[in-house]
């Protein structure tokens, strides 16, 4: 199976994507996931392009026997990803000075609010598991 290196970078509106080796690839999605759909469908449309032309194209293209590996950059991965206190307590909707608090031991929290810090957590490894340097 073919893997498609997709450069990704995130913007105010979620994430916009080029394919480096099909010129003029392009696509945006609010998430990971509607990126990675949004990107294969202009896959077929550039199929669809370059079947009509009778230019040649990847057999595994045709079948969508292949596989997207979301490539990003270092300087946006740490500029977007909040993997600090502040950027988790921005990324939860909390208090950072309470989530401040919690780290250091001086509040226990309680189970609704170690949820929410958990699933916010497990929210940012997700979408990091996704994504290559």
Same mark, same amino acid.
């Given at each position: 199976?073919?893997?498609i290196d997709v !450069?990704? =970078?995130?913007?105010? &509106?979620?994430?916009?994507?080029?394919?480096?080796?099909?010129?003029?690839? #392009?696509?945006? *999605?609010?998430?990971?996931?509607? $990126?990675?759909?949004?990107? =294969?469908?202009?896959?077929? $449309?550039?199929?669809?392009?370059?079947?009509?032309?009778?230019?040649?194209?990847?057999?595994?293209f045709i079948r *969508? @026997?292949?596989?997207?590996?979301?490539?990003?950059?270092? /300087? &946006?991965?740490? @500029? #977007? #990803?909040?993997? !600090?206190?502040?950027?988790?307590?921005?990324?939860?909707?909390?208090? =950072?000075?309470?989530?401040?608090? #919690?780290?250091? *031991?001086e509040k226990t929290?309680?189970?609704? /609010?170690? $949820?929410?810090?958990?699933? !916010?957590?497990? /929210?940012?490894?997700?979408?990091?598991?996704? $994504? /290559?340097?």
């Amino acid at each position: 199976m073919q893997r498609i290196d997709v !450069t990704v =970078r995130p913007n105010q &509106d979620g994430w916009w994507a080029e394919i480096k080796s099909i010129p003029g690839c #392009y696509s945006h *999605g609010e998430s990971l996931d509607e $990126l990675k759909k949004n990107i =294969r469908e202009a896959i077929d $449309l550039h199929i669809e392009g370059l079947l009509e032309t009778d230019k040649p194209i990847n057999n595994e293209f045709i079948r *969508g @026997e292949y596989e997207l590996d979301l490539k990003i950059n270092i /300087q &946006d991965l740490f @500029e #977007y #990803y909040p993997i !600090t206190v502040k950027g988790i307590s921005e990324r939860a909707g909390m208090n =950072r000075s309470l989530l401040n608090q #919690y780290v250091k *031991g001086e509040k226990t929290m309680s189970e609704k /609010q170690a $949820l929410r810090i958990i699933g !916010t957590i497990h /929210q940012l490894g997700s979408e990091l598991m996704q $994504l /290559q340097l």
